[in-house]
């Protein structure tokens, strides 16, 4: 397959409501929030994961013509996110490179304002309790903390879309489809209780110049 055209997506995933993508519990300090977040390693600043963005849109395009496992969601949708090769499908090239979303300068000055009263760096710990449906009341030992970027604050995107020899403009318009139903969806956990509403805006795309 012959690569004929790179395109770079950029633009700004704000957060409406409180965002969960959780991590590991290895390192968490006893005593600490019994759900963490994922967040980089260099600076301690909570970022989305470019894995976590690719297998929602994928998801969400896949729901979208009621595909009901990968690779059964049809030739576009194989054609934008790839497929690996098994024992009935061959492997297909993904034209999507998502890059991990960082949290924007001026979203990182603002959750670190030492005026701003934030449970940990950049987040914020909300507490939630498991009821017991037959009595209607919270379970014992059901009280846990789940930590979150809260709403307002604002990631980077950028998102690198590759044409091969054949490939047409419903590549783009499947990758903004999925967009646009990721904007009446969630992200990340616990979206059905409020969590992960987010909202796309700046976005731009720009060709790349290879040859």
């Not at 700004?12 to 409180?18: A, K, R």
């Not at 260099?42 to 009621?66: A, F, H, M, T, W």
Request: hydrophobic share 35%; proline share 3%.
């Amino acid at each position: 397959m012959k690569l004929v055209k790179k395109e770079k997506l950029t633009g700004i995933i704000e957060l409406i409501s409180g965002l969960h993508i959780g991590d590991s519990k290895e390192s968490v300090e006893i005593g600490g929030v019994d759900s963490p977040i994922v967040r980089r390693k260099d600076n301690k600043r909570p970022y989305i994961p470019g894995s976590s963005l690719k297998g929602k849109l994928r998801c969400l395009l896949e729901q979208s013509v009621g595909a009901s496992d990968v690779g059964e969601g049809g030739e576009m949708i194989n054609k934008l996110f790839g497929i690996t090769e098994n024992k009935i499908r061959n492997a297909q090239l993904s034209r999507l490179i998502i890059r991990d979303s960082d949290l924007t300068q001026e979203s990182a000055d603002i959750l670190n304002d030492s005026n701003l009263e934030t449970d940990m760096p950049f987040t914020e710990i909300k507490w939630e309790n498991t009821i017991d449906r037959v009595i209607g009341a919270a379970k014992k030992g059901g009280l846990r903390n789940i930590e979150r970027v809260p709403a307002g604050a604002k990631f980077s995107l950028e998102i690198i879309l590759n044409y091969y020899e054949g490939d047409g403009q419903e590549i783009r318009q499947l990758l903004d489809k999925a967009i646009y139903i990721l904007e009446n969806d969630y992200l990340g956990g616990s979206g059905t209780r409020g969590y992960g509403h987010i909202k796309f805006s700046n976005i731009k795309m720009e060709p790349i110049q290879f040859k």
